[in-house]
């Protein structure tokens, strides 16, 4: 009997030949063999061109400068640099910023990737800014990886839409473009890793995925605090992406608590407690006591004003703080506008909860992260800052292009090149252009702190402290002119000594309106008042230098004016800058009081030592011009007690005393900054001993002194 040519489940089929594998794919168009590779290389190029993207839309801020608030990160980190990795334990068991008056804030790791940089590539700002950028733009490749896994590779035209809008978005400039806020792209990072490693645990169940994750996320919060409130979106990621059941859900929270119960703990036994000083010029919540009421209403006003900066990004300004950021109550219309945008949104959020839909997700990620800068349950520096909404603008992005594809009718989980998908590439297009046009210009305004001062101060009128930053930033650029026009004048340049005064006194002058108006903000502001008396000391507005002076020290009784702690050497410099004016009047007696006073609250500054012998040789009392010289030799040091040794020196010549002379010249030959004379005297006295050793010793000094101009005399009072 003929065997029969019927299949049945269980006959063994000869696999195809590789020619007739090849023959058949090539008749099935759909065949799910020849689809996938191709998903993946699109997968491959929208990473690739994430990652370009990114890092070309930053790629001016490179040659950037350090900015503000930099030096908080790269002057320790270059000390610390020196020791290598013998500097890593004092890194991880002290707070991380710390000066005579604060110790605040641990953030080992990002000072770790300072101390690592510029021990291993370069403290240059130029490799600073590059890291910051291939962070970013590496940061944004994670989260578009991440995507993938949550919303399933369907919707891979969505989430490479959600991360472009994230990547181009102008909110983020501050982050990128200013060094410190390396701190924000390091979190991060290491919480979008942390999730990538929780979500390990689903696909192969193995609790060690969920042990790593919160060790991975306690890394980020090593970098920086604030993303503390994202620890829980793994846990909400499990629920809104997959089929895991609610008590599994909640036995992964158990590793959480266990790892962060014993960080707490080994923190608590090695770390101090913060100490800042707060201002209310920053944040008056920190200082003064403000009803709930107000507290809530302003929370609500700064939350609104977070969700208008995603929509509008403009103007974006370095420093926000009070009162560019006002109090407000209930009375406010914003508030309410912004009150009841949320109450949707949340209400949004709790009706469709249980449809675990990515939308849902995304305004649970916005609203977490928004509500922790909101000053509602702590105050934050400054009231608020674009870094403040780094994390948060995720959640922005995934809900307006969520929005923006249901808008044309397009499935984000089937995209196509149709009709509508046209229309919807060509206006998801024009955003980003205009987005990223916006923040490629704005990283020209971080170029430096004077563009970025001098460019955003228009807006911030209202706002003390950058009044107050731009003013001192405008008395040192005035100073640097000044000195300048000095060496030109010098050299008998005088036409182009006359552009640098010119250019000295219309900087002084910007200051000193950026001072008045920080008193109009904040009335009795002690640094600003000292620094307008300053201004007219050394503008020889005696009338004008008195009355401020007067009223600084009026309101530093107890070293504090208004809401701004004056330290003891601010005080010693009003004291000594009255004494001068009361030596320009012929108040001698007022002059010589002024001057103890400032030799009281500060015995290392060294103008009033110097100032005051010079006063009492004038009246001829040269026995208390040495008592108080020689007390500025024993309590200064470098250049001022150089300069009362000289000054001892010079009236030992007067008084024929040669040999106290000598002694008084080779201390002073010794400091670091030397006055060419005392090496020239040296040398002439050795030359006249016959004691051609020492006279070439000083010789050889003067040489290398004059070669190497770094004394400029005391221009006398």
């Excluded at 895991?244 to 407690?273: D, E, N």
């Excluded at 707060?278 to 977070?306: C, D, H, Q, R």
């Excluded at 349950?377 to 009231?383: I, T």
Aim: glycine share 4%; aromatic share 14%; proline share 4%.
């Amino acid at each position: 009997m003929a065997k029969s040519r019927s299949s049945s489940p269980n006959k063994k089929v000869k696999a195809a030949s590789p020619a007739t594998t090849r023959h058949v794919d090539s008749q099935a168009p759909a065949s799910a063999v020849a689809v996938k590779p191709k998903k993946d290389r699109t997968i491959l190029y929208q990473k690739v061109a994430l990652f370009a993207i990114a890092f070309l839309l930053y790629a001016n801020s490179i040659p950037n400068r350090y900015n503000l608030d930099d030096e908080l990160y790269t002057t320790n980190a270059q000390k610390a640099a020196r020791h290598g990795f013998k500097a890593i334990p004092k890194i991880f068991s002290h707070n991380t910023f710390s000066d005579n008056e604060n110790s605040f804030e641990y953030r080992p790791v990002t000072m770790l990737s300072f101390v690592l940089q510029f021990r291993y590539l370069s403290p240059t700002p130029a490799i600073s800014h590059l890291v910051n950028v291939l962070l970013y733009a590496i940061t944004i490749v994670m989260i578009f990886t991440l995507m993938l896994k949550w919303f399933k590779k369907a919707h891979a035209w969505y989430a490479f839409a959600a991360c472009l809008l994230f990547a181009v978005h102008p909110l983020h400039t501050e982050v990128v473009d200013s060094v410190k806020s390396r701190d924000e792209l390091l979190a991060l990072f290491f919480a979008i890793l942390s999730f990538m490693v929780s979500w390990r645990y689903y696909g192969t169940k193995k609790w060690i995925y969920l042990f790593l994750y919160p060790v991975i996320f306690i890394i980020g919060t090593m970098c920086k605090r604030t993303i503390s409130p994202l620890l829980i979106i793994p846990p909400i990621a499990f629920y809104f992406f997959t089929d895991m059941p609610i008590k599994r859900i909640l036995l992964t929270l158990i590793p959480i608590f266990i790892v962060f119960r014993l960080t707490s703990m080994a923190a608590g036994t090695v770390l101090q407690p913060d100490e800042r000083l707060f201002f209310s010029l920053e944040n008056p919540f920190y200082v003064s006591s403000f009803s709930f009421a107000l507290k809530s209403a302003t929370a609500v006003y700064i939350s609104g004003w977070y969700m208008y900066l995603h929509f509008i990004p403009y103007p974006l300004v370095f420093y926000y703080g009070y009162k560019y950021v006002p109090i407000v109550g209930w009375d406010n219309i914003i508030v309410w506008i912004s009150l009841l945008t949320y109450l949707a949104l949340i209400g949004y959020i709790v009706w469709n909860f249980r449809k675990k839909s990515i939308p849902v997700f995304a305004a649970i990620w916005f609203v977490l992260n928004i509500f922790i800068f909101s000053n509602l349950f702590r105050p934050s520096p400054g009231m608020m800052a674009e870094r403040f909404m780094y994390a948060a603008s995720l959640g922005f992005c995934l809900m307006f292009c969520w929005f923006l594809f249901k808008l044309f009718k397009v499935d984000p989980a089937a995209f196509t090149l149709n009709k509508a998908g046209k229309r919807l590439a060509a206006t998801l297009l024009i955003i980003c252009l205009g987005f990223g046009a916006r923040s490629v210009d704005r990283n020209f305004d971080w170029k430096n702190k004077f563009t970025l001062y001098t460019h955003d101060i228009q807006y911030l009128e209202k706002s003390t402290k950058a009044n107050m930053l731009n003013g001192e930033l405008m008395m040192g650029v005035s100073n640097g002119y000044m000195q300048k026009a000095m060496m030109l004048k010098k050299n008998n340049e005088m036409s182009e000594a006359k552009i640098s005064y010119d250019s000295s006194r219309y900087f002084l002058q910007v200051a000193k309106a950026n001072f008045k108006q920080a008193l109009e903000i904040t009335p009795n502001m002690g640094s600003a008042i000292n620094n307008l008396a300053v201004i007219y000391f050394n503008e020889d507005s005696a009338a004008e230098a008195k009355r401020y002076i007067n009223m600084a020290l009026k309101g530093t009784a107890d070293l504090s004016v208004g809401d701004v702690a004056l330290n003891a050497n601010d005080r010693a410099k009003l004291n000594h800058n009255l004494g001068v004016l009361y030596y320009k009047e012929h108040k001698i007696d007022s002059a010589l009081i002024q001057f103890e006073l400032s030799i009281y609250y500060d015995s290392t500054f060294g103008e009033p030592y110097i100032d005051m012998s010079e006063v009492l040789l004038m009246s001829h009392d040269t026995a208390h011009a040495i008592k108080v010289l020689l007390r500025g030799a024993r309590n200064l040091s470098g250049q001022g007690q150089g300069m009362a040794l000289t000054d001892l020196a010079n009236i030992s010549l007067y008084r024929n005393d040669t040999a106290s002379a000598i002694m008084y010249c080779e201390q002073a030959s010794q400091m670091h900054v030397v006055n060419p004379q005392v090496l020239v005297f040296l040398r002439n006295y050795y030359q006249e001993k016959n004691d051609p050793e020492k006279a070439a010793y000083y010789d050889k000094r003067l040489q290398k002194v004059l070669n190497e101009p770094k004394y400029m005399p005391r221009t006398n009072m």
